[in-house]
């Protein structure tokens, strides 16, 4: 499956910003679906993730509250809405697809394809 990232930019601290994740290839409802991050210097770390049925959700501790993930099998696709960003929230926001997986996994080895990453930069 292809991954394809999008909706990053620059928005100021306390604001809004939704990035979306089209999948091709591949039938999407049938993919875990996370979303990582990675800072400069950092680890990539895992942020949310939805399974591939039922909707269970997972998330960060680090956006609990804050962050919403959500998918349209429809439109084979996976949002991440966040509100309340903090400028620790500036990072490269990759999408992450897992084959049929029991769990969602916080860990990025489970995953199976990799989008190419969008950027969110929050200005304080």
């Known amino acids: 499956v292809q991954l394809q990232a999008s909706g990053g930019g620059l928005v100021q601290a306390g604001g809004s910003l939704r990035v979306s994740c089209a999948a091709s290839g591949d039938t999407f409802s049938s993919y875990a679906m996370g979303w990582f991050r990675q800072a400069p210097g950092k680890d990539r770390e895992f942020v949310a993730g939805i399974a591939w049925r039922g909707g269970s959700t997972k998330y960060a501790d680090s956006v609990k509250g804050r962050f919403t993930i959500s998918r349209d099998n429809a439109k084979s696709t996976v949002y991440l809405q966040m509100n309340s960003l903090k400028s620790e929230d500036t990072a490269v926001y990759y999408c992450?697809?897992?084959?049929?997986?029991?769990?969602?996994?916080?860990?990025?080895?489970?995953?199976?394809?990799w989008g190419q990453g969008t950027q969110v930069t929050v200005s304080s």
């Open positions: 992450a697809a897992d084959w049929k997986a029991p769990v969602v996994a916080p860990e990025p080895w489970e995953y199976d394809y």
